[in-house]
């Protein structure tokens, strides 16, 4: 691995602009079509000091859709996607394990007990994603507070067994919770299975400040995901504490990953497959792997859920099952090739 490679402006730019032309497409695609360029034309008309006077402004109405219901749903999309594949990247760099992903160390699990205690229970549609968000973070902690023991000798795999063991307890009561349950399965399981459902902005606020506090973490710490890379001892002999390094890159990457889990429920292979994908074009430096993982996590997720929403309309596919049939062969094809 290269641990001296630089961040070119070239795929920066590309994949900015997929973000870009996706976005586009998403707040365009729906029951009422508003053409894309109208859209841009709009949105830049909008800035301060920018008068385009556009020949074809949006209509009263466009503007309500496009505002009130397709943009949120396209940001929060962006932003789900770009965290998720940015904590994918950074649990394979810090548990060095091209098959970690989001849900390593009990996420899932966490927020899934977190989601079903709340609708099992009856609350508020709103406050499923708060129970998430705590079940993600709790599951994550305990953890974290089994398998990094100092007398260790490999903490690295404890860290990944303990969260098996969480994992798997919790499911165990999830399943238990479901089984005495089970006329509200149907709700449980369209929200495990991902949905990106918006009524405004508010979402998108509610997980704005992890997801920036998660990205300067993973964006300030991608040298050091390098330098782990090498090794523990070389990391030392380098001035760097790799067990610190490790406790500052995981929290960042779980607050990340509960947040989006909260906000969207499960959604999987987006941060299994797309760190690979970038890895597999631009080579193994995390310098590179994890600012483009984040713009290009934005991207896929956006693509997907316009296919959720276009390919069966007016029904809509659970954006999990989009991003399942999109990335099982991906990765499959990687195992089959021998890049993991």
Known sequence: MSTRARLRPTPVLVCATSVVVAALIGAALGPVWIAPDRILVWLVDQLPWVDLNPTDPLTAVEQVILLKVRLPRVVLGAV???????????????????????????AAAGAGLGAV?????????????????????AAVTVAWLIGSRRHSANPTTSLVLAGVAV???????????????????????????????????????????YAIVTTVVLIGGRRILDVLAVGDDEART???????????????ATLGT????????????????????VRLVLGGSYRVIVPLALLLGATVLVVADVLARMVMAPAEIPIGVVTAFLGAPFFAMLLARGRT
């Open 258 to 277: 509960a947040a989006a889990v909260s906000a969207a429920g499960l959604i999987g292979f987006v941060g299994l497959v797309v760190p690979h994908l």
């Open 80 to 106: 789900v996607g770009a965290l998720l594949a940015g904590c994918g990247a950074a649990f394979q760099g810090v548990f060095r394990n091209p098959l970690a992903d989001p849900y390593l160390l009990g």
């Open 117 to 137: 205690t709340a609708i099992t229970l009856g609350l508020a549609s709103a406050l499923v994603p708060v129970f998430a968000f705590v079940g993600s973070i």
């Open 167 to 209: 994992a798997a307890f919790l499911g165990a009561i999830q399943s238990f919770l479901l089984q005495q349950h089970a006329d509200q399965l149907q709700q449980v399981w369209a929200w495990m299975m991902g949905r990106l459902v918006v009524a405004g902005w508010s979402q998108v606020w509610t997980i704005i400040p």
């Open 238 to 252: 380098l001035g760097l504490d790799p067990r610190k390094a490790r406790i500052v890159l995981v929290l960042a």
